[in-house]
T-cell receptor
Framework: DTEVTQTPKHLVMGMTNKKSLKCEQHMGHRAMYWYKQKAKKPPELMFVYSYEKLSINESVPSRFSPECPNSSLLNLHLHALQPEDSALYLC??????????????FGPGTRLLVL | AQSVTQLDSHVSVSEGTPVLLRCNYSSSYSPSLFWYVQHPNKGLQLLLKYTSAATLVKGINGFEAEFKKSETSFHLTKPSAHMSDAAEYFCVVTDTGNQFYFGTGTSLTVIP
């Protein structure tokens, strides 16, 4: 099973709201990723967790706060977002983040609209 | 530094005709190369992966790609396009740190 699940599928929030995106995988992978994808563009890496520790933060604004409660779960907490943060948020996982030739498996994404 | 160039932003083919999506890469190391497909409002699905075992890689749904080191290319092909192939395709290269470098994507349209 190479499935990564994400909830919710769609999310609409105001600029003062607090919400969270959830990602889950049960493949025993030890690396998990958050990407942001705008329309007609490739995904942009936001965060990488390796063995439940944050290993890469691509200069993402603090209104995005990742959390990795355990090796299967990855959350992205959202607070005081801006309309330009509207995008598809993709989660991915791989066996390891430092291994060579690792394949990343992507979830279906959460479509976020900030009003 | 690693980078990927997808030479065509849009490709349009008739159903039943061959598909060619072009990808060139630059890498300081022996690269891993991937093709992913993304249907509208969906996540990315792995089509195939090159890891130096064989230069011709077969993937899902009849797709294949050939790694040509001398040309630094990894073009994706399919002998006969199907309507369900209409989607966005991304070529990806990784380095030894396993960070993904995405191409800008190629939008494939299949005409009935």
């Amino acid at each position: 099973d190479t499935e990564v699940t994400q909830t919710p599928k769609h999310l609409v929030m105001g600029m003062t709201n607090k919400k969270s995106l959830k990602c889950e995988q049960h493949m025993g992978h030890r690396a998990m990723y958050w990407y942001k994808q705008k329309a007609k563009k490739p995904p942009e890496l936001m965060f990488v967790y390796s063995y439940e520790k944050l290993s890469i933060n691509e200069s993402v604004p603090s209104r995005f706060s990742p959390e990795c409660p355990n090796s299967s779960l990855l959350n992205l907490h959202l607070h005081a977002l801006q309309p330009e943060d509207s995008a598809l948020y993709l989660c991915a996982s791989s066996q390891d983040s430092s291994g060579y030739q690792e394949t990343q498996y992507f979830g279906p994404g959460t479509r976020l609209l900030v009003l | 530094a690693q980078s990927v160039t997808q030479l065509d932003s849009h490709v349009s083919v008739s159903e039943g005709t061959p598909v060619l999506l072009r990808c060139n890469y630059s890498s300081s190391y022996s690269p891993s190369l991937f093709w992913y497909v993304q249907h509208p409002n969906k996540g990315l699905q792995l089509l195939l992966k090159y890891t130096s075992a064989a230069t011709l890689v077969k993937g899902i749904n009849g797709f294949e790609a050939e790694f040509k080191k001398s040309e630094t290319s990894f073009h994706l092909t399919k002998p006969s396009a199907h309507m369900s192939d209409a989607a966005e395709y991304f070529c990806v290269v990784t380095d030894t740190g396993n960070q993904f470098y995405f191409g800008t994507g190629t939008s494939l349209t299949v005409i009935p």
